[in-house]
């Protein structure tokens, strides 16, 4: 079954690059089906790309179909950037990002591994590819709500498909592992309750806002939960300013005991049952209390091997990925299950200065965009943008996020770089 995914791969890879050769074709409204727009080929592009950033087509290992894919997109990124009529837009958040991707590449003159290192700095640099690309194409909220709808559509899809029993084995690969979904989830959540309060108050929009925000909890898996909350938290602040902060704190407190009155939940928390609400709130909940599935143990092992001692500049880019594909560790893992860990033991506490500085700063821009004067679809982008990117990035702690960054990095990045685009557009129309 595998197979069908070369199928889809090349159908999929040739219909985006045919679109950035396509010169103009009419598209229906995402909102009203009876109206027409008139899309050119960039458009129809990022459309294609939006939407489909949830599949994976993957193929049994050592074929690395999914690393293909996701170097086939980077480059029709930049075809897309080179042949768009309107220029890429470099905020000062994406232009810091760029210095941490420069950090990326000085790793490389002491890795011990240059490919890995690359291949790293590919899965960083994916997420700035589609910000600029969504800044360059998208200008109006047609094409933002053609795109983002999208992408909702086949998460939605997935969101179903994944509770059909043995689904896995009938489309096995289309789609990306549980993990990532649910972190994917967190943006289509964000996304879709930012519908509902600005753009139409229509009662489907907060209905798959709280099924995107389920899946965490009935696959019980602690880091989505705890960057669902995150985004959450952020959205209140966002939409309610100081007066979100009541909001929050339920929030909060909704999030710790969904871990110690769900039962599944707190089953995988911790090792021992006897662990109770009390004994949180007395402080008495140590590290060795929570089971960690050996994260703990194997973060360890690493900071010892690459970190300490480099504690600035790390071991070099990609030295994490060569130590694990080239020992068997922990059972044959090949991910850290921490993109901090890996990050600062790579690239040292440089590059976790650098990368979040980014993030605080783009979340911090897309909040002093919502907070003033413009358009629903512009407003919706902004705290969609900076909801998500504060949940994904808290789900950097002690989860693979970069590695699946086509479907989980890329669209809080994406929704900021359309934010960048409809403003653009703005200022252009009110000359």
């Known amino acids: 079954m ?11 890879t040739f219909l985006l690059f045919q679109y950035l050769q396509k ?17 050119n080929g960039t458009e129809l592009f990022w459309v294609l790309l939006f939407s489909t950033g949830l599949l994976a087509l993957s193929a049994p290992a050592g074929l690395d179909l999914m690393a293909w894919r996701l170097f086939s997109l980077e480059l029709l990124c930049l075809i897309c950037l080179n042949v768009s009529r309107t220029r890429p837009i470099w905020s000062p958040p994406l232009i810091f990002y760029i210095i941490f991707l420069a950090w990326l ?28 690309t969504a800044s360059s194409v998208v200008r109006d909220g047609e094409v933002f709500l053609k795109s983002s709808l999208g992408a909702r559509t086949v998460a939605m899809t997935c969101l179903i498909i994944s509770f059909i029993p043995f689904s896995g084995l009938i489309i096995p690969g289309v789609f990306w592992y549980g993990t990532a979904r649910a972190i994917h989830f967190i943006s289509m959540s964000m996304f879709s309750l930012a519908l509902f309060f600005y753009l139409g108050n229509r009662r489907k929009d ?35 300013k100081l007066r979100a902060l009541p909001a929050i704190a339920l929030i909060g407190i909704m999030g710790v005991c969904s871990v110690f009155f769900i039962p599944a939940v707190k089953e995988k928390m911790f090792k021992s049952d006897e662990v109770t609400l009390t004994d949180f709130m007395n402080g008495r909940v140590k590290r060795d209390d929570i089971e960690s599935n050996a994260r703990f143990s194997m973060w360890e092992h690493f900071e010892r091997r690459f970190y300490r001692g480099k504690e600035l500049q790390g071991s070099g880019t ?20 921490s993109d901090i860990v890996q990050m600062k033991c790579d690239n040292g506490l440089i590059a976790i200065f650098l990368y979040y500085i980014a993030v605080l700063m783009m979340v911090a821009h897309a909040f002093s965009v919502f907070l003033r004067r413009h358009s629903p679809c512009v407003k919706v982008c902004a705290i969609t943008a900076g909801a ?4 994904v990035a808290v789900t950097m702690y002690s989860d693979n996020v970069v590695n699946y960054s086509m479907c989980t990095l890329a669209y809080p990045f994406g929704f900021y770089g ?12 009110g000359t």
């Open 2 to 12: 595998f197979v069908l995914n070369y199928f889809y791969f090349l159908i999929l």
């Open 23 to 39: 010169r103009r074709k009419l598209v229906r409204h995402p909102l009203d089906g009876r109206q027409l727009l008139d899309f």
């Open 105 to 132: 590449v000085v790793g490389l003159f002491y890795t011990p591994s240059v490919s890995y290192g690359v291949r790293v700095i590919l899965k960083y640099l994916y997420p700035l590819l589609v910000a600029l």
């Open 206 to 240: 907060v209905v798959m806002g709280i099924l995107f925000t389920l899946p965490c909890l009935f696959w019980v898996f602690r880091t989505s939960i705890m960057g669902t909350i995150a985004g959450l938290m952020v959205f209140s602040l966002f939409r309610y």
């Open 318 to 337: 990609g030295a994490c990925q060569h130590y694990f594909y080239n020992h068997f560790l922990f059972g044959g893992l090949k991910v850290m299950h």
């Open 388 to 391: 998500s990117l504060a949940g």
């Open 418 to 429: 359309m934010m960048l685009g409809m403003l653009k557009g703005e200022r252009k129309a």
